[in-house]
């Protein structure tokens, strides 16, 4: 069971450095029913509830376009999630592992991402099912599924290259 600031055998926090300002700008706010970690599911689901992102109305206009897909990829900063373990034990049985091999809230840059189902738009209000976040959780971007997504411009020169 997930527990609050919770330090399980094996998990290693670290100090945290001081915040830089990357000039991240929220530009709304999801809405889901959990208003508790211990409630809210682990992995969002596309059959679950309808949850509600509002855009400030501002951004309401870069909605144009969006209602053409299905799914949306949601992004959004779990501010409510520690930022200080660098090892984890998911599951409390004692297998340790880093926090980049883990989907684990508990981030250095606690960004969540959910693939969620378009269900309409309302507005300024994107209606979706799939999130797994608390209720006043902050909107950092929406994006149309990338695996559906056709780019609008044609390839280019140098576009398929790779590295050496």
Do not use: A, H, K, N
């Given at each position: 069971m997930v527990r609050r600031n919770e330090i399980r055998p094996g998990e290693v926090a670290v100090e945290m450095p001081p915040a830089t300002d990357a000039g991240l700008v929220f530009i709304g706010t999801i809405r889901t029913p959990w208003t508790d970690r211990l409630l809210c599911p682990r992995q969002g689901r596309l059959d679950g509830p309808v949850c509600r992102i509002e855009l400030r109305e501002t951004w309401a206009g870069g909605l144009s376009g969006l209602e053409g897909?299905?799914?949306v990829?949601?992004?959004y900063w779990?501010?409510?999630?520690r930022r200080d373990l660098l090892l984890q034990?998911?599951?409390s049985d004692g297998t340790v592992r880093g926090v980049f091999s883990l989907r684990s809230p508990v981030r250095p840059n606690p960004i969540g991402t959910s693939l969620a189902a378009l269900v309409g738009i309302e507005g300024s209000t994107v209606l979706v099912r799939g999130l797994d976040c608390l209720d006043g959780t902050p909107l950092?971007?929406?994006k149309p599924d990338r695996c559906a997504f056709t780019p609008l411009a044609p390839p280019q020169p140098g576009d398929?290259?790779?590295?050496?």
């Open positions: 897909y299905e799914r990829e949601v992004l779990l501010d409510r999630s034990s998911p599951r950092i971007d929406l398929f290259e790779t590295g050496t």
